[in-house]
Structures are given as structure tokens and as C-alpha cells.
Nanobody
Framework: QVQLVESGGGLVQAGGSLRLSCAASGRIISNNNMGWFRQAPGKEREFVAGISWTGGSTYYADSVKGRFTISRDDSKNAAYLQMNSLKPEDTAVYYC?????????????????WGQGTQVTVSS
């Protein structure tokens, strides 16, 4: 059974940084495009960043462009999200998932095998 596990969340002050990690059993990460999403209380889950399976292409939501960096390490079957210059509006539960169906990068319907997420809280 495929299982993804996100980690690295926590409480940080505005302007600070966090690095989220995404690990999985099997080769579900190394064989797929990967995405990071987030969901704030009372809001829809939204796309944050995506990376192609080769690592050669990356995509970002406008709200995080220039502040967040997505990467992958297929030798470790892992994906990462480096978050800098964090803002209170970045507060959410962050999820990673493989993009397993043809769809726009920002469409959560193209992703599957969601993990439990990791909480990121940014204080002002």
C-alpha cells in the first residue's frame, strides 16, 4: 500500500523559514511528477508547487513564487519544499502527492495517495 508521509512543519515567526519533506514507500515519488498543496481552515486545498519527474521543470502558485522552492531526491525517494520569508497567510496543513493523472498542475484531481499532512503555523 502506497503511503506518503510529510514532515518538517512547525511554528515559525513571520520572515522565517521551514523545510518540508515528503517520503514514501516504494518508488511512487521517483516515478512521478510531484506536487505540494496546502489547506487552511475553512478553505479549499490549493496548489503550492510542482516538480516534473525529471526535476527539470518546476511550477509555483503566484502567492509563493520567489519564496518557496520545490526539489526532489530520487535516490532517497523524497521531495522537499523549502519555504522562506514565511507570512501568516502561509499558515495551513501542507500535503505532498504524486501527480498520477493528466491534468493541470494546480488541479488536485490529478493527484492521489495523499498523506496526513504537516502543520505550518506562521505567527505575526
Amino acid at each position: 500500500q502506497v503511503q506518503l508521509v510529510e514532515s518538517g512543519g512547525g511554528l515559525v515567526q513571520a520572515g522565517g523559514s521551514l523545510r518540508l519533506s515528503c517520503a514514501a514507500s516504494g518508488r511512487i515519488i521517483s516515478n512521478n511528477n510531484m506536487g505540494w498543496f496546502r489547506q487552511a481552515p475553512g478553505k479549499e486545498r490549493e496548489f503550492v508547487a510542482g516538480i516534473s519527474w525529471t526535476g527539470g521543470s518546476t511550477y509555483y502558485a503566484d502567492s509563493v513564487k520567489g519564496r518557496f522552492t520545490i526539489s526532489r531526491d530520487d535516490s532517497k525517494n523524497a521531495a522537499y519544499l523549502q519555504m522562506n520569508s514565511l507570512k501568516p497567510e502561509d499558515t495551513a496543513v501542507y500535503y505532498c502527492a504524486p501527480k498520477v493523472r493528466p491534468s493541470p498542475w494546480e488541479s488536485k484531481g490529478g493527484y492521489d495517495f495523499w498523506g496526513q499532512g504537516t502543520q505550518v503555523t506562521v505567527s505575526s
